[in-house]
């Protein structure tokens, strides 16, 4: 996957005016403001977030797919605005559609949100950045470019960085698109599963009050949480099979 065939054009991105390559981000730093100008943050809260879910099951019981894709579409704006708590999210979709519905609906949206956001970077800031700290950017680049899709499925898998921090750096470092989509999909996976398992056993205990650990304790349970179990103690094997190698000394320039 060549990052040539899905990289923007320097020169046509230096000729663009600066405006036009800040309007994307704009926008969705516009969609962010006006989320809590409408009092989204309430839906932060596990309480308000909860009731809101339990308001939305009967609709969604009539209207099973058509729910799905409204879910999907504000999963992906939620993310591409960067609305913190996509955990949350995915718990709620695991809550509304159940574990493999759910994970899915989250999956997907979570990774057209990102795309969205990582697009919308990469227009604004990637051939500035390169161009303001070329030195640096080029090892990094060069390290990423021998194979982009891998390393974009470990920072997606290994939970060490925020969300929106991995959206950015990798739009900034020119990762290729195809790489990018692709990667974000499988590493995001087995999250998505395991947040949606548990949101799919929340949702039994609004309807049938707080069972015992046992009585919830089924395979599919059992399943997410050895997954979840994976995904925790991932960090400290990247750690120890990479090694802690000292960063490089950054060329004239790029401090």
């Not at 320097?10 to 100008?37: C, D, M, N, Q, Y």
């Not at 919308?120 to 194979?147: E, H, M, T």
């Not at 920072?155 to 925020?162: A, I, T």
Request: glycine share 8%.
């Amino acid at each position: 996957m060549s990052a040539e065939n899905d990289a923007p054009d320097a020169s046509e991105a230096k000729s663009t005016p600066l405006w036009k390559r800040l309007l994307p981000l704009a926008v969705l730093g516009a969609g962010l403001a006006l989320f809590f100008a409408l009092g989204g943050q309430q839906y932060l809260n596990p309480e308000d977030a909860a009731a809101l879910l339990r308001d939305l099951t009967g609709f969604v019981e009539a209207n099973l797919w058509l729910a799905a894709l409204a879910y999907l579409a504000f999963y992906a704006l939620a993310v591409s605005v960067s609305v913190p708590g996509a955990i949350w999210f995915t718990l709620g979709a695991g809550f509304l559609f159940g574990p493999w519905l759910g994970a899915g609906v989250a999956l997907l949206g979570a990774t057209i949100g990102a795309t969205i956001l990582f697009l919308a970077a990469r227009y604004a800031f990637a051939d500035w950045v390169r161009n303001k700290f070329p030195g640096y950017v080029k090892r990094l680049q060069d390290g990423f470019s021998q194979d982009a899709f891998t390393y974009v499925m470990i920072l997606r898998l290994v939970p060490v960085f925020p969300f929106f921090v991995i959206n950015l750096a990798t739009a900034l470092l020119n990762v290729p698109l195809r790489a990018f989509v692709l990667a974000s999909l499988i590493g995001m996976a087995p999250g998505a599963y395991v947040y949606a398992t548990v949101g799919g056993k929340l949702s039994s205990v609004v309807e049938e009050g707080i069972p015992s650990f046992t009585e919830l304790l089924d395979l599919e349970l059992i399943l997410a949480l050895v997954v979840f179990a994976l995904l925790a103690v991932l960090p400290a094997i990247y750690k120890r099979v990479t090694g802690k190698k000292a960063p490089a000394k950054p060329a004239e320039g790029d401090a």
